[in-house]
C-alpha cells in the first residue's frame, strides 16, 4: 500500500523555531542543535534540515521502528537518528545546549493505515496499537487480563467516553467466553453493540481505540517528561513547538506552558511589574492549521501548536 503522509502545520513549526532570534544570530556557529522529537516519516525534520546552516545539527527521536528505518535513508551527516521516546531527550543533549525543540504529538498516517499496527477500526488488523513493537504488551493482551475497573478508568480517562463501564463490562463478558477481542474488527464491534449514541460522523469506537492507544504507549507519561525535559534542555532564547491532536495532551502543553510563563508574588508585596524576576517561559503563539490544510489533510482539523520561547536559564 502506499500511503502518502502529511506532515501537519510543516511551515508554520519551521517558522516558528528558526525565526527565533536565537538560531537567527547564532546559525553561523558550529553549535547549533535543534531536536525534532516525533520523526514520523520525516517531513518536520527534514524541512528543518533545509532551513539549518551546514555546521547545525539535529537530533530526531522515535519509538517506531518502522519510522526508524525511514529516517536512516537519509544521508545528512548533521542528522543523528535515535529509537527512543522524546521523553528521554535529555539523555542525549546537555542542559542549556538546545537551540529548538519540536514535539508533533500526532501518529502518522503509515501507522493508522497499516492494518497491521491495530490503531485503526477501519483497517482489521491484529490489535496491537504499540508504537515500539520491542517491548510492552499489546492492546489485545492487555484486555486479556487487566480487571474491569481499570479497563473503565482507562477508556474513561484517555478516551473521555461516557459508555467506559459499559465497554469494560462487554470485554470482561466477551472474555469470560473465551473470546476476548484479538483483532481492531473484533473490538470495534464490540464497543458498536454497546454505544448506541455518538456524535454524528464519529464512529462508535474512536473514543475507545484513541484511549488504549495513549494507555498502551504511555503517551501522556512520555508527554509530561519531555516537557519538563525540553525546558531543561533549551537555551535562553530557544523555542519550543508542541503539535496536540486532542483535548487531553493539549491541556497538558497549556497548563504546563502557562506555569513557566508566569510569575509568582506572595499576596500584598508592594512590587512594580518592571521589578518582577523574569519568568522560565514566554508564550508566543497558539497556531491552528489553515481552511486550505484541512480541505487537503483531514486529519489536520484538531491540531493546535503552541509555541514558547526559554527566556531564563532553569535550575536543574
Same mark, same amino acid.
Given at each position: 500500500?502506499?500511503?502518502?503522509?502529511?506532515?501537519?502545520?510543516?511551515?508554520?513549526?519551521?517558522?516558528?523555531?528558526?525565526?527565533?532570534?536565537?538560531?537567527?544570530?547564532?546559525? *553561523?556557529?558550529?553549535?547549533?542543535?535543534?531536536?525534532?522529537?516525533?520523526?514520523?516519516?520525516?517531513?518536520?525534520?527534514?524541512?528543518?534540515?533545509?532551513?539549518?546552516? %551546514?555546521?547545525?545539527?539535529?537530533?530526531?527521536?522515535?519509538?517506531?521502528?518502522?519510522?526508524?528505518?525511514?529516517?536512516?535513508?537519509?544521508?545528512?551527516?548533521? =542528522?543523528?537518528?535515535?529509537?527512543?521516546?522524546?521523553?528521554?531527550?535529555?539523555? &542525549?543533549?546537555?542542559?542549556?545546549?538546545? &537551540?529548538?525543540?519540536?514535539?508533533?504529538?500526532?501518529?502518522? %498516517?503509515?501507522?493508522?493505515?497499516?492494518?497491521?499496527?491495530?490503531?485503526?477500526?477501519?483497517?482489521?488488523?491484529?490489535?496491537?496499537?504499540?508504537?515500539?513493537?520491542?517491548?510492552?504488551?499489546?492492546?489485545?493482551?492487555? @484486555?486479556?487480563?487487566?480487571?474491569?475497573?481499570?479497563? *473503565?478508568?482507562?477508556?474513561?480517562? &484517555?478516551?473521555?467516553?461516557?459508555?467506559?463501564?459499559?465497554?469494560?463490562? !462487554?470485554?470482561?463478558?466477551?472474555?469470560?467466553?473465551?473470546?476476548?477481542?484479538?483483532?481492531?474488527?473484533?473490538?470495534? %464491534?464490540?464497543?458498536?453493540?454497546?454505544?448506541? *449514541?455518538?456524535?454524528?460522523?464519529?464512529?462508535?469506537? *474512536?473514543?475507545?481505540?484513541?484511549? =488504549?492507544?495513549?494507555?498502551?504507549?504511555?503517551?501522556?507519561?512520555? @508527554?509530561?517528561? #519531555?516537557?519538563?525535559? !525540553?525546558?531543561?534542555?533549551?537555551?535562553?532564547?530557544?523555542?519550543?513547538?508542541?503539535?496536540?491532536?486532542?483535548?487531553?495532551?493539549?491541556?497538558?502543553?497549556?497548563?504546563?506552558?502557562?506555569?513557566?510563563?508566569?510569575?509568582?508574588?506572595?499576596? #500584598?508585596?508592594?512590587?512594580?511589574?518592571?521589578?518582577?524576576?523574569? %519568568?522560565?517561559?514566554?508564550?508566543?503563539?497558539?497556531?491552528?492549521?489553515?481552511?486550505?490544510?484541512?480541505?487537503?489533510?483531514?486529519? !489536520?482539523?484538531?491540531?493546535?501548536?503552541?509555541?514558547?520561547?526559554?527566556?531564563?536559564?532553569?535550575?536543574?
Amino acid at each position: 500500500m502506499n500511503i502518502t503522509h502529511h506532515p501537519v502545520l510543516l511551515a508554520e513549526a519551521v517558522t516558528a523555531l528558526v525565526s527565533s532570534p536565537l538560531i537567527q544570530n547564532q546559525n *553561523t556557529t558550529n553549535n547549533v542543535l535543534v531536536v525534532d522529537g516525533t520523526f514520523g516519516r520525516g517531513g518536520h525534520t527534514q524541512a528543518l534540515l533545509k532551513e539549518l546552516n %551546514s555546521n547545525a545539527r539535529m537530533i530526531s527521536f522515535d519509538k517506531d521502528l518502522d519510522a526508524i528505518a525511514v529516517a536512516k535513508q537519509i544521508n545528512d551527516p548533521r =542528522l543523528t537518528i535515535v529509537h527512543d521516546s522524546f521523553a528521554h531527550m535529555d539523555q &542525549y543533549a546537555q542542559a542549556q545546549s538546545v &537551540y529548538g525543540i519540536l514535539l508533533d504529538l500526532g501518529i502518522s %498516517s503509515p501507522q493508522v493505515d497499516e492494518a497491521h499496527r491495530g490503531l485503526s477500526f477501519r483497517r482489521d488488523g491484529p490489535l496491537d496499537m504499540r508504537m515500539n513493537t520491542d517491548q510492552g504488551l499489546t492492546a489485545a493482551q492487555w @484486555l486479556e487480563q487487566a480487571p474491569q475497573e481499570e479497563i *473503565t478508568h482507562v477508556i474513561k480517562t &484517555y478516551g473521555e467516553e461516557h459508555f467506559a463501564f459499559q465497554i469494560a463490562k !462487554a470485554i470482561v463478558a466477551k472474555r469470560e467466553e473465551g473470546l476476548s477481542p484479538k483483532t481492531t474488527s473484533e473490538l470495534a %464491534s464490540l464497543v458498536a453493540s454497546v454505544v448506541r *449514541t455518538r456524535e454524528a460522523g464519529q464512529d462508535p469506537a *474512536t473514543r475507545t481505540f484513541q484511549a =488504549l492507544r495513549i494507555f498502551i504507549n504511555r503517551e501522556l507519561e512520555d @508527554l509530561e517528561l #519531555g516537557l519538563k525535559a !525540553a525546558l531543561n534542555l533549551l537555551k535562553p532564547g530557544a523555542r519550543l513547538a508542541v503539535i496536540s491532536f486532542h483535548s487531553l495532551e493539549d491541556r497538558i502543553v497549556k497548563q504546563f506552558l502557562q506555569a513557566h510563563a508566569k510569575v509568582e508574588v506572595p499576596r #500584598g508585596l508592594p512590587v512594580r511589574e518592571k521589578d518582577l524576576p523574569k %519568568s522560565a517561559l514566554e508564550i508566543i503563539s497558539r497556531i491552528k492549521p489553515s481552511g486550505a490544510e484541512i480541505l487537503e489533510n483531514p486529519r !489536520a482539523r484538531s491540531a493546535i501548536m503552541r509555541v514558547a520561547e526559554k527566556r531564563i536559564e532553569v535550575p536543574a
